[in-house]
């Protein structure tokens, strides 16, 4: 018997509700995790992966959520509201991220290493400046009169396709961080996959998200 468009759509916003709140816990979890790995404050380089994973797999990661009609934590805000909360929370991912950024140079500074020797490396400063360009660009949003000139439906849809490239980026350079000598060694076996599948995981959902809001909403609606 096939199913009606009613039901499809209860299904589909099941499914989206279900990956949204494994998202939430698999940010967070991977952040801990990674935490616990690291162990900040043994060695100055240990700041540096958890500041990144705190950056780009937790606090971006809730900062798009919060947008979700599903899984958001703030849906009793207004749009303003959770506006207001997305910026501030990728505020405090770019703070994170430039930290982290800072104390690996500093790190290698120090021990006399070569910068950017790595695609983890490039694919951190990229994301690291593209976070910095999208938070001066959601300022446009919060202040539209800035550019008046500019309709707010395009400038939105500017900023969420930008903001899904900068985040898949963020997500690459974990990845690719988990392919480094101190993450390999310090984590083998089936652990080290399951480690990875943390931010396929959220940015399979972040980038369901956005398309579902930007792309594919009319054609899911009964």
Do not use: D
Not at 54 to 64: D, G, K, V
Not at 116 to 143: E, F, M, N
Not at 160 to 178: D, E
């Amino acid at each position: 018997m096939a199913l009606t468009v009613e039901t499809e759509s209860r299904i589909y916003r099941g499914l989206r509700t279900a990956s949204g709140a494994a998202a939430h816990l698999v940010a967070l979890g991977f952040t801990v995790f990674v935490a616990v790995l690291a162990r900040p404050g043994s060695s100055l380089f240990s700041w540096h992966p958890v500041l990144m994973s705190l950056a780009f797999s937790f606090l971006m990661t809730e900062a798009l959520l919060v947008f979700s009609p599903e899984s958001s934590l703030l849906r009793s805000f207004s749009r303003k509201g959770r506006a207001r909360c997305h910026w501030a929370l990728q505020l405090l991912a770019l703070l994170c991220a430039l930290l982290g950024l800072g104390l690996i140079v500093y790190n290698k500074e120090h021990h006399g290493k070569a910068h950017l020797a790595t695609w983890h490396g490039w694919a951190g400063l990229l994301s690291v400046l593209w976070a910095g360009l999208q938070c001066t660009g959601g300022l446009v949003l919060l202040y539209p009169k800035l550019l008046p000139r500019w309709p707010l439906a395009k400038l939105k849809l500017y900023h969420a396709t930008s903001g899904l490239v900068g985040y898949l980026l963020g997500s690459t350079s974990l990845l690719l961080g988990m392919c480094s000598l101190w993450f390999t060694t310090t984590l083998v076996g089936g652990a080290w996959y399951l480690a990875a599948l943390c931010p396929i995981l959220t940015s399979l959902v972040v980038m369901n998200q956005v398309s579902n809001a930007y792309l594919y909403r009319k054609r899911i609606q009964p």
